[in-house]
């Protein structure tokens, strides 16, 4: 009897470990801490000689490359996240650095480490950059050697700070797991000791997304974490950029454009400068590429500038990319001259010595409609023309259409960096040959081009020009036409039709149309009433000046204004 008892007892205690087994198994494995450890290539998608970048708190997509040791990264994320002045000549080998003093340039594909300024040669200690296909990358010292930034290598990653700031940081109470997510049964990152501290970047109910010392992302239980407390970061500042010292002058800008096109154009200095009241700059428009070598055609003389710095004006000489053409009518491709560095530095030393012998006081860049693909090489044009500039005592200013989206690649930005005055060509909002009646300048074209210009331009070196001119549209079915009105000549014009025009207040500009033989005749007239609220806003934006096109189209009421505006 005992021992049926015995078996009976045994039976039951042996069906109660299986259910609780069965039972309590499924609870077990859900309030278990898992330990399965994270691949750690594959969290930070990495492989071979490519690893992963952190920067400041965030992955990021672009990975940098190990290569003997030592850290690069490609140039298009050198650009975007560290130093954008980087310039690479793939078809003469080169790698530049245009700073506000001097170009530093380097050998592209086969460097050895080898880098050279006005200094004389210097050397890194290892190649500073590596061409692979279309790739060409930047070692991540030599990019320390212009850039305050830190970086520092782990076995798969690189963490990288461009920014400082506060940081909250805590220290681990108990040894634990850092999980690539916020739960117990997330993959483990590393384990993490006692008294390690780690960088708190958000706080949950119950975990926390930290980032370790060795900048590993992960999730920490709440529990596990002492107090937090904010601590200051350090940042670098090794390298202090050189100063893009200007020549502004002394008030405001009036400058007037005199249109020449051929050397005896310059004897018409007196008949256009008579009557232009609070000029005090002139610029010949003298100079335009005339070849694909950068070399350009020139109708600049002394005479003229030794006149007219008697008359007490400063004169900018005005380089263009569109008055010239060759044998088969075509203007001249800037993009050839521009992305090659030897022509594009024929063109910027030559200009430059050749306004030091005239005896310019400065020199003005207007090339117009620059291809997007051009940008770059346009861009780092007008930083070497800075540096000649600079060195020659020349003033610099660049002429820009009113800001659009379609010309971004113009880089107002920089032009506010580098250059003395960013010219806005405030007009052509229509414009000859369009077939698009309406104002060439209405206000609010006006007012978008200036605010939107200083909002990435120091105010006082931007200079809005107006114009002094505006366009008969004739429309007739489907067909227009168009011709120029030139202010000089309105009252004439006006007196011919015999109609009276009727002030707009959309555009603020007096409005004319009436019916012809040959259509609908419209005209947004510019005179001195359109003229007066333009300076307004110019005066409202405290801008430093106005420019005209161009010289011997203005009345004396319309330079009575500007005179007003320019001693305000």
């Not at 861009?379 to 020659?392: D, G, N, Y």
């Not at 960096?417 to 698009?436: C, F, L, N, Q, R």
Request: proline fraction near 2%; hydrophobic fraction near 40%; charged fraction near 20%.
């Amino acid at each position: 009897m005992k021992k049926k008892i015995l078996v009976f007892l045994i039976a039951i205690v042996l069906i109660g470990i299986v259910a609780v087994f069965t039972l309590g198994k499924p609870l077990l494995d859900k309030y278990s801490y898992s330990t399965e450890k994270m691949d750690l290539d594959e969290y930070f998608g990495v492989q071979g000689e490519r690893i992963a970048i952190v920067l400041q708190d965030e992955i990021m997509e672009e990975q940098a490359l190990i290569r003997d040791g030592f850290c690069y990264f490609d140039l298009d994320t050198v650009h975007k996240y560290m130093n954008e002045i980087f310039y690479v000549d793939r078809a003469e080998n080169l790698l530049l650095y245009t700073d506000a003093i001097q170009t530093t340039s380097a050998v592209l594909d086969g460097n050895t480490g080898v880098y050279t300024d006005s200094q004389g040669e210097h050397e890194l200690g290892h190649p500073l950059c590596l061409v692979e296909g279309d790739k060409v990358y930047l070692a991540a010292d030599y990019v320390k050697v212009f850039t305050n930034y830190s970086y520092e290598v782990f076995d798969r990653h690189v963490q990288v700070y461009t920014q400082w700031g506060e940081r909250q940081v805590a220290q681990v109470k108990k040894k634990t797991n850092v999980r690539e997510k916020g739960g117990i049964k997330s993959p483990i990152l590393r384990e993490i000791e006692q008294g390690e501290s780690v960088e708190v970047l958000e706080q949950m109910e119950t975990w926390s997304k930290v980032k370790t010392s060795d900048s590993l992302i992960g999730y920490v239980e709440n529990k596990r974490l002492g107090e937090t407390a904010a601590q200051q970061e350090t940042p670098v500042t090794d390298y202090a950029a050189p100063e893009y010292t200007g020549l502004p002058m002394e008030g405001k800008v009036s400058l007037g454009f005199h249109a020449i096109g051929a050397v005896a154009g310059n004897s018409t200095f007196y008949e256009m400068a008579s009557g232009a009241k609070g000029m005090n700059v002139i610029a010949p428009t003298w100079f335009s590429l005339n070849d694909e070598e950068g070399h350009y055609r020139s109708f600049g003389e002394a005479g003229y500038v030794n006149t007219a710095h008697a008359a007490g004006l400063k004169v900018w000489g005005v380089l263009d990319n569109f008055n010239y053409r060759n044998e088969t009518g075509s203007s001249i491709d800037e993009y050839v001259v521009l992305s090659s560095t030897s022509k594009r530095q024929t063109l910027v030393n030559n200009i430059a010595g050749e306004a030091v012998e005239l005896g310019l006081d400065g020199i003005n860049i207007d090339f117009e409609q620059v291809a997007e693909k051009t940008g770059e090489h346009y861009v780092q044009f007008l930083r070497e023309m800075s540096v000649a500039c600079r060195r020659s005592g020349l003033v610099l200013s660049v002429d820009n259409y009113v800001p659009f989206h379609f010309n971004e690649h113009y880089r107002l930005d920089i032009q506010g960096e580098v250059a003395d005055y960013v010219v806005i060509m405030g007009y052509d909002e229509h414009w000859h040959g369009s077939k698009d009646p309406g104002s060439v300048a209405s206000i609010e074209y006006v007012t978008n081009g200036i605010t939107k210009t200083v909002s990435e331009v120091p105010a006082e070196k931007v200079i809005n020009a107006l114009p002094l001119y505006t366009i008969v549209w004739t429309t007739n079915g489907t067909q227009v036409t168009d011709e120029y009105l030139t202010m000089n000549n309105l009252a004439e014009f006006l007196n011919q039709v015999g109609a009276e025009p009727e002030w707009d207040e959309t555009t603020c500009q007096n409005y004319l149309e009436w019916n012809s033989s040959a259509g609908l005749k419209q005209v947004w007239l510019e005179d001195a009433e359109s003229i007066r609220v333009k300076l307004n806003v110019m005066t409202s934006n405290e801008i430093g000046g106005v420019a005209v096109w161009r010289l011997g189209y203005g009345t004396a009421a319309v330079w009575e204004l500007i005179n007003a505006y320019s001693m305000s």
